[in-house]
């Protein structure tokens, strides 16, 4: 149960368009394949508000990731998580 | 006229009726699936299909309005209209002081006197709140053998029904079950008059997985489409999503006037002509709504004359993005307009959820403040600490803190209230002149409720000023405000004034307070101030208060608020005033009622009057011990309260002379000791002074402790303390060795209690002995006398009028069914466990029985029911118990 915020990895099935993107302001999109990858930085409350959004659009949701901190793939992000 | 059968895209969905038709059969059916997977549809014709042997009670979990009560009068008055309204139970309505328990029990009796077999049908299940939805748990575990229940729900939910699931008694249908076959989704786009190859309509359904939702949109967009099998193969070549491609897909089809009414009305939960024509800007709206529910487009309308709407969740959520971002800078605008037109209404939540969803936070906090003692008074408490998470922390504004004081008064944390009003009271002088005497009103208003609660009587005097001056209100919504802090003022005032002995003063303002209420429509209120009223007469007329008791619970019992916390005064009153004149069985049924209107807290002065009533019945039956620990709780419960009040003196005298008979002396000495001035010369604690005396062997010293209480010089509380005195002097006599003063005693003791039959001071003192003494000749109230040896005796009084009259009402089929085990030696808990009821129900099937046959307890009730040869199974159709 770690309380602190954490980046987070959210597949979801299809390309989301802008309209149901605008539901995720604190997400930056990917498109991956046939697929939507949405990014970012949250805590427990705000992933589960973000799944709750999911549930509640009626989207497929194929998998939560936490991402490693301080792991930099594509993106350059230097904040460390405590 | 509804023509359901005519929509097109409702198919008749044969399989999953079926499937519904056996998951049905088990105690509860659970539909769990993601949004947009049809289970509103399914259920929705499933219900309307014709040959329903089983009358369903259909409640849809309301979005906005997830709290407890909201849900639970909805299923109450659905069951309510299945069961033909029968079993004596009434339609309830919004209290401030809502009882889950007791709502819970109504329904379940309401179930279980209906003579149909019924289907709860629960809709949006995932939309209910936690605490709610524990108490369904409660309900589903007990529903009756010829009720079932069909929930649907997004997700999977802590119902807890592990039991049930086990005993095979749970069935489900899941997202997979609820998918389109592609026979199916060839039917829809039949029924929808669309011409589409095989191959199309397979392609068709790959593409949307038979996801109901993603049908029905493509069966709109699809409709009048010139080239459907390009629109297919598109919609399969592309990547988005299924509900965001064909919702743009559908508006891109609609006229632009349909586009605009469904993007601006999205942000509403319910919709009319009227309020879309005002935000649309044009007329004609609701021609449009009615055209698109009868194409299906997810609109539905509310009820049967169709003025109201509501678009399907998922739709809406859809709409409402997509209105957010081609258009933003309209919507505040638009919250705006909503705001003011339900504003208009009267339809105060949604005005200011609108006012809040348009950022006008200061505008939303004035709203909230001037109507949140409305709202309460409405029963939405809930709702307002909703309202009031809502508003972000950087625009808090002073007013809320009246808000914050409401409710946790609401909650009886009583400090708190005060912190929150003394911020608001810091605000005052900042406030604009014209927000001042709202603010002043309301200030005022909570303190008086606080001082009330903590029984401060000058406190309470103090903030009740305004009433002297008339009401001034600059418009009619000032004069309503008005008039209900009046009718609450009223109320606290007189209830202050009762508890404190000023008895003339809180009759005749409970009294204005009731007469207020009632006419501004606020029964709650009324029966608040008749239910303190009937409390407030005790003193002067037990028969008086019990007609005001009865009178103030029957107007409770019209709303459905039969145990609720706000007729406590009138059923501890029953309690004892029943108590004073020896009926204890029916002391004993209202006070256990009392307890059950007091679950939830209260504040102390009606704990403390619950824990007097409990002392004096087990002291009426010799039962010391017990009696000590109740008194005892209302000695501790006495320094919560500030102030002398009318009690004062008679708990500290009872506890004191209660240890003294167990022969605690040491203590009874040292709280005797610790009465400070004015009290110690109070008849009650002279009397404890003489039970000290008695129980050490000074009948001197009893008599020197007694002469102001008998002679009258002494202060009390009433007669029943003289009585007291009088058989403490005539036990003192008896020591002494004189026995015709005793009985000169006992007859004054006697003639004093006639008139109210005051027979408890007889069974405290222990005066068997003194009575059995005096000369049958020699007494002006043999009749009274024999009563009171019976129940020293242990038999409780009988009736005197209940030979062989009928019954006042027929009994119902399951008070027929409790009726039957009152002669076996099982407990209420455990005819309770045999019916698989709750323990609450059968108290309530009991004391209905007792009413209707006029009983007194269970042997009474039994032997009448012998009588009446109600004990051998009638005509009503036996029903197996499983």
Redesign the interface.
């Known amino acids: 149960m770690d309380p602190a915020a954490a980046r987070y990895a959210i597949r979801?099935?299809?390309?989301?368009?802008?309209?149901?993107l605008?539901?995720f302001p604190a997400m930056v999109p990917r498109?991956r394949?046939?697929d939507t990858v949405l990014t970012g930085r949250l805590d427990r409350s705000a992933l589960f508000g973000v799944l709750a959004e999911v549930?509640?659009?009626?989207?497929?949701l194929l998998e939560v990731r936490q991402l490693a901190p301080r792991r930099t793939s594509h993106e350059s992000h230097n904040n460390r998580s405590p | 006229m509804r023509l359901d059968s005519a929509n097109p895209g409702l198919v008749d969905r044969v399989d999953l009726l079926a499937a519904l038709d056996r998951a049905s059969a088990s105690k509860v059916a659970i539909i769990s699936a993601p949004a947009g997977s049809g289970k509103t549809s399914l259920l929705r014709a499933w219900a309307d299909r014709s040959g329903q042997a089983r009358r369903l009670a259909v409640v849809q979990v309301q979005r906005d309005r997830p709290d407890a009560q909201t849900f639970w009068r909805a299923l109450h008055a659905a069951v309510r209209q299945v069961s033909g309204g029968t079993g004596g139970t009434q339609p309830s309505a919004a209290t401030p002081d809502f009882n889950a328990q007791a709502m819970v029990d109504r329904v379940l009796s309401a179930l279980a006197d209906a003579r149909v077999d019924i289907v709860l049908v629960i809709d949006d299940l995932h939309e209910l709140s936690p605490e709610a939805l524990g108490q369904l748990t409660g309900l589903l575990t007990n529903l009756p053998p010829h009720v079932h229940a069909v929930l649907a729900t997004r997700r999977d939910l802590p119902l807890g029904l592990h039991r049930l699931r086990l005993a095979g008694g749970l069935s489900e249908i899941r997202a997979a079950d609820l998918r389109f076959t592609e026979r199916e989704t060839r039917e829809l786009l039949d029924a929808a008059g669309i011409t589409l190859s095989e191959a199309g309509a397979a392609l068709l359904h790959e593409r949307t997985e038979g996801w109901a939702a993603g049908l029905r949109l493509a069966a709109i967009a699809l409709a009048d489409h010139g080239d459907p099998e390009r629109f297919v193969v598109e919609f399969s070549g592309s990547n988005r999503t299924v509900a965001e491609y064909l919702i743009a897909e559908m508006l891109e089809r609609q006229p632009a006037e349909v586009q605009r009414l469904l993007l601006r009305t999205s942000l509403l939960d319910r919709v009319n002509g009227e309020l879309a024509d005002l935000l649309t800007g044009r007329p004609g709206s609701e021609r449009i709504l009615l055209g698109l529910e009868d194409a299906n487009a997810f609109v539905v309308s509310l009820d049967a004359e169709r003025t109201w709407f509501r678009y399907h969740h998922l739709f809406a959520d859809l709409l409402r993005l997509e209105l957010r971002r081609t258009v933003p800078e309209e919507l505040p605008g638009l919250h705006r307009q909503a705001a003011e037109w339900f504003m208009q209404q009267g339809r105060l939540v949604d005005a200011i959820w609108h006012t809040q969803a348009a950022g006008d936070w200061p505008a939303a906090a004035r709203l909230l403040a001037d109507h949140s003692f409305s709202l309460t008074l409405d029963g939405q408490a809930p709702t307002i600490q909703a309202l009031l998470r809502a508003f972000p922390p950087a625009a808090d504004h002073p007013e809320l803190a009246l808000v914050r004081a409401g409710g946790e008064l609401v909650q009886g944390r009583l400090d708190e209230a005060a912190a929150h009003v003394a911020v608001a009271q810091a605000y005052l002088k900042a406030a604009p002149p014209d927000r001042r005497r709202r603010l002043r009103v309301g200030i005022a208003s909570v303190k008086l409720s606080l001082a009330r609660r903590r029984g401060h009587l000058a406190g309470v005097v103090e903030q009740a000023t305004f009433l002297a001056s008339p009401v001034t209100g600059q418009s009619n919504e000032d004069i309503a405000l008005d008039s209900e802090l009046r009718a609450v003022a009223l109320m606290n005032l007189g209830i202050v004034e009762a508890w404190s002995l000023r008895l003339d003063d809180g009759e005749r303002h409970l009294q204005e307070g009731a007469d207020l209420a009632r006419t501004i429509g606020r029964p709650y209120l009324e029966v608040g101030c008749l239910a303190q009223l009937g409390f407030a007469s005790k003193l002067r007329s037990f028969a008086i208060a019990q007609r005001r008791c009865h009178e103030a619970i029957a107007l409770a019992e019209r709303h459905g608020w039969g145990t609720e916390w706000m007729i406590a005064p009138a059923l501890v009153t029953l309690a004892e005033t029943m108590t004073w004149m020896g009926g204890f069985d029916d002391g004993e049924r209202w006070r256990q009622r009392a307890a059950q209107a007091l679950q939830d807290d209260t504040g102390p002065g009606i704990r403390l009057l619950l824990h007097v009533v409990t002392g004096m019945l087990h002291a009426g039956r010799g039962h010391l011990r017990e009696a000590l620990d109740e008194f005892s709780a209302a000695e501790g419960l006495q320094s919560q309260l500030m102030g002398r009040h009318a009690l004062t003196s008679l708990v500290t005298g009872w506890t004191v002379a209660t240890q003294a008979r167990l022969g605690r002396l040491g203590e009874a000495r040292a709280l005797l000791a610790a009465v400070e001035g004015e009290c110690a010369n109070w008849g009650e604690v002279r009397n404890a002074r003489a039970v000290i005396c008695l129980a050490t062997g000074d009948p001197a010293g009893a008599h020197g402790a007694l002469k102001d209480v008998v002679d009258g010089t002494a202060p009390v509380i009433h007669d029943f303390t003289v009585v007291e005195a009088n058989l403490l002097g005539a036990l003192a006599h008896r020591e002494l060795g004189d026995p015709r003063s005793a009985n000169r005693c006992t007859e004054r003791a006697l003639a004093l209690a006639e008139p109210e039959r005051l027979v408890l001071p007889f069974a405290i003192t222990g005066s068997g002995e003194l009575l059995e003494a005096l000369p049958r000749h020699d007494t002006a109230h043999a009749a009274l006398l024999v009563d009171i040896l019976d129940v020293l005796h242990g038999s409780p009084l009988t009736a005197r009028d209940e030979a062989v009259a009928p019954p006042t009402e027929e009994l119902t089929a399951s008070e027929l069914r409790v009726l039957r085990y009152l002669p076996t030696n099982l407990s209420r808990p455990e005819i309770a466990s045999q019916l698989s009821v709750s323990v609450n129900t059968v108290n309530t099937h009991v004391r209905n029985i007792y009413a209707k046959l006029q009983a007194r307890d269970r042997s009474s009730a039994v032997q009448r029911a012998r009588d009446l040869r109600l004990l051998s199974a009638g005509p009503t159709r036996p029903r197996t118990v499983t």
Not at chain 1, 12 to 20: C, R, S
Not at chain 1, 55 to 60: I, R, S, T, V
């Open positions: 979801i099935k299809g390309q989301l368009g802008a309209t149901v605008s539901a498109w394949g046939a549930d509640a659009l009626g989207l497929d």
